[in-house]
């Protein structure tokens, strides 16, 4: 499910998190839109230079679409606690972030994440 | 602008006096070791440590990183807005450089050994070594143009001045998120002062088939007791990831896009101040 980052209160609850990167962002996400995505993580790929949580994501249709969420670079999340273990398969998340310009693709410049207990993914991040 | 390199002959003459004080001991008649004569490069300031990146100036200022500040050459006008980000080799992996690299919010840390000073980064597991004036070593070849380059370097009373030439091109040499290349005329110069827990650096950067004027800025980095965290270990398929993120249709052109991603500008003091405050909590 797709839904608008404003629609939510809990939004305002959630700290800044992992997004930016040693190169610009703008001609991959669109740095105006913000999106908020929710599913169940498949696979954490925690490596430099960028890490990525792929999420499978059921739209309106009832179709399952794999989404991915990119990080910061690994070496400032790890310097804040997170590791390659820090999520898993099988856990439910609701993201927020920028979406892909591809409408080809479902990539999410990730910025912040929140776990099915309520807790934020890792510590606050910017970097 | 340029930066002042007083003291250069003198260093260079230091060390040589001290290579030569090395053989003379290493001669000398057991009668005369008992005397210790000073041996090694002449005196130098302790640079060695780790180091945070906390302010970048000068005087406040943002850093030259802003396309729109930079007084570029027709030809580095052309170029950057020609450049398309996508085709960046840091896309595939290629290594941060000089000026760039030392805006990059990660640590890095210096060792002073007798011959060189070797800069080591989390960033890109990059290391430059640094050879300092009057001890031997490999001079590069006529091919020998390189990402990081050849550096030379010498102790000007408590600053660590180091010259780096033979950059091979890089496309984005100058700065490396709007684009702006460096041609093999780049030529980095970095002074390096520590003032208790501040290290101090002053960089020039000159490039005149791209820069009209060369770079001047200054930063300032905080030393702390943190270990490196490395390796970075880039993943080349997880490097070029985002390109398929953009739309074909719009291309990656940084011109287009307005340059730098508005969450990046300015990276001022402040910014920057903060950011360091935020990674010692």
């Known amino acids: 499910m797709r839904l608008q980052a404003s629609m939510i209160g809990w939004a305002a609850l959630l700290l800044a ?3 930016a990167a040693h190169h610009a962002q703008a001609p991959f996400f669109d740095q105006n839109t913000e999106v908020e995505i929710e599913g169940i993580v498949t696979r954490f790929d925690f490596r430099n230079p960028h890490p990525v949580l792929y999420v499978d994501v059921t739209n309106d249709s009832g179709d399952v679409e794999e989404w991915q969420i990119q990080f910061a670079n690994a070496t400032g999340l790890r310097r804040r606690g997170w590791h390659k273990d820090i999520i898993g398969p099988g856990e439910r998340i609701r993201a927020s972030g920028h979406p892909s310009w591809n409408p080809e693709t479902h990539g999410l410049q990730g910025r912040r994440v ?7 993914l890792g510590a606050p991040v910017e970097d | 602008m340029s930066i002042r390199h007083p003291g250069r002959q003198r260093a260079r003459l230091g060390s040589v006096a001290g290579a030569a004080v090395c053989v ?6 057991p009668v005369f070791a008992q005397e210790q004569l000073p041996v090694g490069p002449p005196p130098a300031p302790d640079l060695t440590g780790r180091y945070a990146p906390l302010t970048c100036g000068p005087n406040g200022a943002t850093c030259p990183f802003i396309v729109d500040d930079l007084k570029l050459t027709n030809v580095g006008r052309k170029m950057w807005e020609a450049y398309e980000e996508i085709i960046g080799p840091k896309f595939d992996c290629a290594q ?3 000026p760039s690299l030392f805006a990059d919010p990660f640590r890095w840390a210096i060792h002073q050994l007798t ?8 960033k890109d597991d990059i290391i430059r070594t640094v050879w300092l004036e009057g001890w031997p070593h490999d001079e590069p070849g006529a091919y020998d143009a390189s990402w990081q380059g050849h550096s030379h370097g010498y102790y000007d009373g408590e600053e660590l001045v180091v010259v780096t030439t033979r950059y091979q091109y890089d496309p984005h040499g100058i700065e490396d998120f709007g684009g702006i290349p460096s041609s093999t005329q780049k030529r980095v110069t970095e002074r390096y002062r520590r003032d208790g827990d501040r290290l101090h650096l002053q960089a020039l950067t000159e490039d005149p088939l791209i820069l009209e004027e060369p770079i001047y800025f200054e ?39 307005g340059g730098r991603d508005p969450d990046l ?17």
């Not at chain 2, 500008?265 to 909590?281: F, I, K």
């Open chain 2, 24 to 29: 003379v001991g290493a001669l000398a008649s």
């Open chain 1, 17 to 19: 998190a992992p997004l």
């Open chain 1, 114 to 120: 929140l776990k099915e207990d309520g807790s934020v």
């Open chain 2, 115 to 122: 011959d060189r000073v070797v800069f080591e980064y989390e």
């Open chain 2, 265 to 281: 500008v300015p990276l001022g003091v402040s910014e920057l101040e903060r950011r360091a405050r935020q990674a010692e909590e």
């Open chain 2, 219 to 257: 930063f300032e980095y905080l030393a702390g007791p943190d270990p490196l965290i490395l390796p970075y270990d880039c993943q080349l398929d997880q490097a070029r990831f985002p390109t398929q993120y953009a739309d074909p249709r719009r291309g990656t052109s940084l011109a287009d896009f």
């Open chain 2, 96 to 98: 941060a450089t000089p």
